[in-house]
């Protein structure tokens, strides 16, 4: 979707309570399938009980659309402090008087039908915040958003498997090892321009230069990961920064998380209560940018910039222009990308060539969410809206930028300007990456 002068309200309205209902349906799924005790439980100190992630849901949702945008009373003022992400770390949440999850259920289901409500009156011109519906569609993102955070703690429960999914695609082809794509030197245009519901973080788009370099045509795959520990690349203080190095000592690193090795030597990967054997053409995912970033020493290479990526991700060297997304401008189906919880794990590479760039890169959306060497900064001329807790908090920090969505990425939630970011010894995150090198000047 594109900016333009005359809105169809119409079809609008209808776009964008799709998202939203689409956004709901995947967190009752993810909420419904766990008992009282299981949505209060804290799995980790890295996330918050499933029960404060719903009711946070609706909070949000209440502020924006029932509150600004409608202009009602607030439906339960006496919570907002419970539910802002920055007052309570995760840490702590467990230990506040939080709704109950009957209480959630129904607090979030009373937020949405005075949200469609907000909507069905909205005729887009009232204020920047709703022109071409963006305050709708930055709801669906942040609940899509939450929907995957909701996902890495199913990731991180012990007990039983309770969700389901088919298993993602093979290749039809063994995917062959090293395969580069040169991307030509020279300007491209970094970012967002048109794209209505766009974040502030991803604006404004702008002219950068990026030198003629290579970059892996696909992910890095398990096989090629076991190769580098095989190597002894967790044993190599030589490959590792120093502070990669420290944690990787600090924290006993030896493989990528819920990855394990039996008596006989064989690779095991847990998966949302399963055990599953590794699976050599699939994405290496649950990595941290150390990890990820001494792999890429170990095979003479680097991680790529976040220009390097965008640009191998959007550029078209027949037209010069920059694509919504690496197959087009159109939203992804199942034909170009392993998105939207489709599958519980990455597909084979090889699995998606209907999703390449038009330099040949495949699968830069869906997967995994890959790791980049840039630090989370601002763009020039970033304008913060509509509110500075999203982005602008974040910059300057101990954080490193991450692209291009995972398998448990809604397409609502994420496009090829799209940024996300972590810190660096993260690896609960469905974060895998890519490798990149210099090849010269143009």
């Known amino acids: 979707m594109t900016a333009n002068t005359t809105v169809d309200a119409v079809a609008l309205r209808g776009r964008l309570e799709s998202m939203l209902v689409r956004s709901r349906a995947r967190t009752l799924a993810l909420t419904r399938c766990l008992d009282e005790d299981g949505l209060r439980e804290q799995v980790s100190p890295l996330m918050s009980p499933l029960v404060w992630d719903l009711a946070h849901i609706g909070n949000q949702e209440e502020l924006w659309l029932v509150r600004d945008v409608g202009g009602r009373d607030a439906v339960h003022p006496e919570i907002d402090d419970l539910y802002d992400a920055f007052r309570h770390a995760r840490s702590t949440r467990p230990g506040l008087d939080l709704l109950s999850p009957d209480e959630a259920r129904t607090y979030v289901d009373t937020v949405r039908a005075l949200s469609l409500d907000a909507l069905q009156r909205c005729t887009f ?64 245009e970094m970012g967002s321009s048109d794209d209505p519901w766009a974040l502030d973080n991803e604006r404004p788009a702008h002219s950068v230069e990026v030198p003629t370099f290579a970059i892996d045509a696909a992910p890095v795959t398990n096989g090629e990961y076991l190769q580098f520990i095989a190597d002894g690349g967790y044993d190599r203080e030589e490959l590792w920064t120093e502070r990669g190095w420290a944690h990787r000592t600090e924290a006993g690193l030896t493989a990528p998380q819920f990855w394990s090795q039996d008596d006989d030597g064989v690779w095991w990967r847990r998966v949302f209560g399963r055990a599953k054997q590794i699976r050599a053409a699939q994405p290496v995912v649950h990595v941290s940018w150390f990890e990820a970033d001494a792999y890429a020493r170990w095979a003479g290479k680097r991680l790529p910039t976040e220009a390097e990526w965008e640009k191998a991700a959007r550029f078209d060297p027949a037209s010069g222009l920059s694509r919504r997304n690496p197959w087009g401008d159109d939203d992804a189906d199942e034909r170009h990308a392993n998105l939207g919880q489709r599958h519980l794990e990455p597909a084979d590479v090889g699995a998606y060539p209907e999703g390449a760039s038009p330099l040949g890169v495949e699968q830069l959306m869906g997967d995994v969410w890959e790791w980049t060497s840039s630090d989370f900064e601002p763009y020039p001329g970033f304008e913060m809206f509509p509110y500075p807790e999203y982005s602008e908090v974040f910059f300057g920090g101990d954080y490193k930028v991450l692209r291009g969505g995972s398998f448990g990425t809604d397409q609502t939630a994420v496009r090829a300007t799209f940024r996300n970011w972590d810190h660096p010894i993260r690896r609960q995150i469905f974060a895998g990456f890519r490798c990149a090198r210099d090849v010269g000047h143009r």
Not at 127 to 141: D, I, T, Y
Not at 152 to 176: I, K, N, S
């Open 125 to 188: 011109d009232e204020s920047r915040l709703v022109e071409n519906g963006f305050v709708f569609a930055m709801v669906a993102q942040h609940e899509q958003q939450h929907d995957e955070t909701m996902l890495a703690t199913h990731q991180l429960r012990t007990g039983d498997a309770v969700l389901e999914a088919p298993d993602a695609p093979r290749a039809q082809l063994p995917p062959a090892h090293d395969v580069e794509v040169i991307v030509p030197g020279g300007a491209f």
